[in-house]
């Protein structure tokens, strides 16, 4: 039992929650009004505004959990092993799925945005060469998390380097308000500069071709949370005398800060007095927002999900996998449903249910290949 309270349970179920939820929302934004123009499958039988709220609110927080957990387990990785060791399982966990995503399932993924649109194209000379790898249809697709992990453990490791002594974990500790207050003014900083280079919009994506796909409103976002995964394990949050986040506190937070974000998205361009206006508070809101939302999961989950048994255990081991292979499927399947006249509700809710079955079936396959097996280890 002890060998087993070692492993945060509950960071592994939010990881797999997260996962779920991307996947949802990737099928929600099939069926939102006013949907990206550049999106794979849009269908627009019945567009909802529903849905594009639902799009907006999870669209926030989704990926700093993810860094936050990457970082966690980040530096306890870096610890416990020699170099060699860490980058040699980077490289086969992340590294290597990263450059085959890309070059492999990236092409044939982004030729859905013409595909589905019944748009008659060459895949070869007309598409691959002139629009994806070479033009502006050039993407990473979800596999940018997996570029911008790969710099954030480089970034870390060089840290660590320069810095010897934060690679010694320190008694559990509980942290002040001073951390929580200088992490919201660096979060701000870097937002709302993030802001000012995407002239407000905060989904505009750009590259660095080939090797960096991002958005620049939220590109330095995404390593800090990855940083202050790290500074977590190294304090030994959530262990016993660790911290541990108060859901009374974070869960309200969480709820007011939601509110608030949604409402500022679609009313603050019409009250704001400047654009410089809109885009600081925009950005004031968004990092209370990703903030609030963070440290609520994490409080709900200790408090109620640090466990495991077959099903969770089973779920958290597969949702790496289901995040690499989910994509595509999503798109055909939200293309195959195209054509019938249904409510956009009846549509999302079964075209969310078959790709999470066949992102999870997908997923236990590819566990036959080693960069795709570690994640057993969750169910143990």
Not at 44 to 63: C, E, H, N, R, Y
Not at 170 to 187: D, E, Y
Not at 305 to 331: C, I, P, Q, R, W
Request: proline fraction near 4%.
């Amino acid at each position: 039992m002890e060998e087993k309270k070692r492993r945060i349970f509950f960071l592994d179920n939010l990881k797999a929650f997260i996962v779920c939820l991307m996947v949802v929302f990737h099928v929600a934004l099939c069926y939102m009004a006013y949907a990206p123009e550049w999106w794979y499958t849009v269908d627009k039988g019945d567009p909802q505004f529903s849905f594009t709220m639902l799009v907006m609110w999870a669209d926030i927080f989704i990926m700093p959990v993810m860094f936050f957990i990457s970082g966690y387990f980040c530096l306890m990785s870096l610890v416990k092993q020699t170099d060699g060791r860490f980058w040699k399982s980077k490289l086969v966990r992340i590294i290597i799925p990263w450059i085959a995503g890309v070059v492999i399932l990236a092409p044939p993924v982004t030729f859905i945005m013409f595909a589905s649109r019944g748009i008659p194209m060459d895949y070869v000379h007309d598409y691959l060469f002139k629009l994806f790898l070479f033009g502006p249809c050039f993407s990473h697709v979800q596999y940018w998390y997996l570029g911008l992990l790969t710099y954030s453990y480089i970034m870390l490791y060089v840290f660590c380097k320069l810095k010897p002594d934060f690679r010694k974990q320190l008694p559990a500790s509980i942290p002040g308000a001073k951390l929580f207050v200088g992490f919201t003014i660096l979060s701000f900083a870097c937002t709302v500069g993030g802001y000012m280079y995407a002239g407000g919009n905060n989904d505009l994506w750009t590259f660095i071709w080939p090797v960096l796909v991002f958005q620049p409103s939220r590109v330095l976002l995404y390593p800090l949370y990855f940083f202050l995964g790290a500074y977590a394990w190294r304090h030994q949050w959530f262990t016993q005398g660790g911290y541990k986040a108060d859901p009374t506190k974070w869960l309200p937070a969480f709820i007011v800060t939601s509110v608030a974000y949604l409402f500022y998205c679609i009313m603050g361009a019409q009250t704001a007095a400047s654009m410089e206006q809109y885009m600081i508070v925009k950005a004031a809101i968004h990092i209370l927002f990703v903030l609030s939302a963070v440290f609520g999961l994490l409080a709900i989950f200790q408090s109620q999900l640090d466990y495991t048994n077959k099903f969770l255990g089973e779920l958290a081991a597969n949702s790496y996998n289901m995040y690499y292979t989910h994509m595509g499927l999503v798109m055909l399947i939200a293309w195959y449903f195209v054509q019938f006249d249904w409510s956009a509700y009846v549509k999302y809710i079964m075209v969310s249910l078959l790709s999470l079955l066949a992102s999870y079936l997908t997923g236990k396959l590819l566990m036959i290949f080693p960069c795709f097996a570690s994640g057993k280890k969750a169910k143990n």
